[in-house]
């Protein structure tokens, strides 16, 4: 079992930067953080793998948010900047124990989930 809690969520303006943390209990073999916006599906916005180092992002947030790992705090972090009122949603962190992955950013990629924390965009 992985225990995953998120924090950092709020309310900010558009332009603004916000920092996303996801405490993890154990390292497994990539971590991701998703979003859902009401009425939509779970989108996957960054993904890490924890052996590699090596990032991926989804296009709609390329350039705007970085994905990154303190592995002596089992720590996960999403930095948001540059925010805009499409960003908001409830953004939950995700890890997989299993190696083998057809889409990183895939939801079904991810065996264990956070509760989420939400991000509130205004205009």
């Known amino acids: 079992q992985v225990q995953l809690v998120e924090s950092g969520g709020g309310s900010v303006q558009a332009g603004g930067s916000l920092r996303l943390s996801c405490a993890f209990s154990?390292?497994?073999?990539?971590m991701g953080w998703f979003r859902q916006a009401p009425g939509k599906e779970r989108e996957g916005v960054a993904a890490?793998?924890?052996?590699?180092?090596?990032?991926y992002y989804g296009d709609s947030v390329k350039g705007r948010l970085t994905i990154s790992l303190d592995n002596a705090k089992n720590t996960l972090y999403l930095q948001m900047n540059s925010l805009k009122p499409e960003d908001t949603a409830m953004y939950y962190c995700?890890?997989?124990?299993?190696?083998?992955?057809?889409?990183?950013?895939?939801?079904?990629?991810?065996?264990?989930w956070g509760q989420g924390t939400q991000v509130t965009v205004s205009s």
């Open positions: 890490i793998y924890i052996g590699a180092g090596s990032t």
């Open positions: 154990r390292r497994t073999y990539r």
């Open positions: 995700a890890a997989a124990s299993f190696g083998t992955a057809l889409q990183t950013l895939g939801v079904t990629s991810y065996n264990y």
